[in-house]
């Protein structure tokens, strides 16, 4: 009953909040009175001048390539050199040509003449090379830390020189959208110019933000007019949706197989994973210099590693907790290109995984359920974002399944702050999932471990890190797919489950949405990890089918 009237409260707080914002889309100050708003407030109904997005994706840091807006996902205000399609096939969008030095230190790239920014003032080689720039200066999250430098030729022409080859840079030139020097201040992620689709007008903060077709936009003009994006959790999303309020909301898989009439849901496939980071290295190998711990005895083992891949069974969580919107993960580039499915395993074996334990040493030898080795018991904790319902569920799963096996996982929920000082040293839940292969290099590459995000669990190993620097280096993209797929799994070595196991993957997200029937959102790539909009990635295909 409880739980009842939870839902209840949050459905309401939903629909309040959605009233309240939507009733100020146009771009006036923000209502003041959000109560008497909100009773007033009647559905919205969408058309080609505007529809409204529940679909999160609002960026604290505001909108500005160089920090990172974008890269995963079209950055919609600005516009990119180069774009993927829904098969994920690379192709123009500023650029009308590139070409790479045979030495593949020096990207050279020919822009369209006929761009402009949003402000009308024309978008040149120079604006390029400033973003590229200052992208590589930011040390923000956009990765541009191998270029050494961006020199405009002329008005059309720039070049791109790397430090040295680098086969994932084309992912620079398809994320990092291009901004105008003679306007890049410190405002300016909160007041972004840009050459992209749509020009921003109004953003108030943690409520909406509303956006216009850009008039002066060079490429196909998108049909919808205004876009308004509605800023609530997911169950507001789904409350508003309910309430016909918006013509697109981003639903939790939970909510997914509910139906809302008038409106269809729409299942995208992703690489938007989640799963277990083991630390690799014992206990106290190294700390970090601020004096954060790193290494766990019990993970460091590879047969717990391993025994924890083959215990779980990935297909029950996405049963149970995606509800079936999902896929098992077995790596972190599930569904594309440079996928090793060689690496792929038979996991829900529990007695496969009690084998491995065994012949590795680990026995329960005192009768408590637990199997320890040496001394140490096969304990270890579980850290998930205390806020994501998924991430606990999936821990929580884990760990019963990880039971019958002798190994013990507790299970704590924690806010990244908390978090972050404990990643090194315990085993994490996170989420990944990019076009941009260099996340796998950053995952698994020995020198990404510095104590961040990236290689949290110190994974090392020399002959991984030499396939990762021949992938790295490869001339083409398309070159250095059989190296990638070697680093996962080549026969005899791998950082997946056959290999080091450096992680046990779990499951890949389907990305689910409800969408109002009357609108035609064209066909979806399969969508990175959930940051910013990448269900916009094709924004100017969507149309309104109703009259």
């Not at 989420?431 to 994974?459: F, I, K, P, R, V």
Request: a negative charge.
């Amino acid at each position: 009953m409880q739980i009842l009237k939870r839902k209840r409260l949050v459905e309401g707080l939903g629909v309040l909040l959605a009233s309240w914002a939507i009733a100020s889309c146009a771009p006036t100050p923000t209502a003041t009175n959000p109560d008497s708003t909100a009773q007033n407030a009647p559905a919205q109904s969408g058309s080609a001048e505007q529809i409204v997005l529940a679909i999160g994706g609002e960026s604290e840091e505001g909108y500005d390539p160089t920090l990172g807006w974008g890269r995963y996902g079209a950055p919609l205000f600005q516009s990119t050199l180069l774009k993927r399609d829904e098969n994920l096939k690379i192709g123009n969008d500023l650029a009308t040509d590139y070409s790479v030095s045979e030495d593949g230190k020096t990207w050279t790239v020919t822009i369209r003449e006929d761009a402009k920014f949003s402000d009308g003032k024309p978008l040149t080689a120079a604006d390029v090379a400033y973003t590229f720039n200052q992208a590589a200066e930011s040390g923000g999250l956009t990765d541009v830390t191998q270029l050494e430098k961006a020199t405009a030729i002329d008005d059309k022409t720039v070049e791109l020189k790397l430090k040295k080859p680098q086969s994932t840079f084309v992912n620079r030139l398809i994320t990092l959208g291009i901004v105008p020097e003679h306007a890049h201040g410190k405002d300016y992620a909160r007041n972004p110019i840009g050459s992209g689709p749509y020009k921003m007008v109004q953003w108030d903060e943690g409520q909406q933000l509303i956006v216009e077709a850009n008039p002066d936009y060079y490429g196909e003009a998108p049909e919808i007019q205004r876009l308004v994006f509605l800023f609530v959790e997911e169950d507001g999303a789904f409350a508003a949706a309910k309430a016909r309020q918006v013509q697109v909301a981003s639903v939790p898989q939970s909510l997914a197989v509910q139906t809302i009439e008038g409106m269809a849901l729409r299942d995208v496939i992703s690489v938007d994973n989640r799963g277990l980071m083991f630390p690799y290295l014992p206990a106290n190998s190294k700390k970090k210099p601020d004096g954060d711990p790193i290494g766990n005895d019990v993970t460091a083992d590879l047969a717990i590693r391993q025994a924890v891949n083959y215990a779980i069974d990935r297909q029950a969580l996405v049963d149970g907790i995606l509800e079936g919107y999902g896929s098992p993960a077995f790596g972190p580039v599930s569904g594309l290109a440079w996928e090793e499915s060689k690496a792929d395993i038979e996991d829900a074996q529990p007695e496969k995984a009690k084998e491995i334990l065994a012949e590795a040493g680990w026995a329960d030898s005192d009768g408590d359920g637990v199997v320890e080795k040496d001394g140490l018991k096969a304990e270890f904790t579980i850290l998930y974002k205390a806020d994501d319902s998924i991430r606990q569920a999936l821990a929580l799963a884990t760990a019963e399944m990880l039971k019958p096996i002798g190994i013990s996982a507790d299970v704590e929920g924690k806010s990244w702050d908390d978090i972050e000082p404990l990643m090194h040293s315990n085993v994490v839940v996170f989420g990944w999932g990019s076009h941009d292969q260099t996340e796998m290099y950053n995952l698994y590459y020995s020198q990404s471990a510095q104590g961040d995000y990236n290689n949290a669990g110190y994974y090392a190993n020399p002959a991984i890190d030499s396939t990762l620097d021949v992938a790295m280096g490869a001339p083409s993209e398309a070159e250095a797919v059989t190296y990638w797929k070697a680093a996962q799994w080549d026969g005899s070595k791998g950082v997946t489950t056959k290999g080091d196991a450096a992680w046990a993957w779990l499951v890949n997200l389907d990305h689910t949405y409800f969408v109002d029937e009357c609108l035609d959102v064209g066909q979806s790539q399969i969508e990175p990890h959930g940051h910013g909009w990448p269900i916009t990635a094709n924004i100017t295909e969507w149309k309104w089918t109703c009259s």
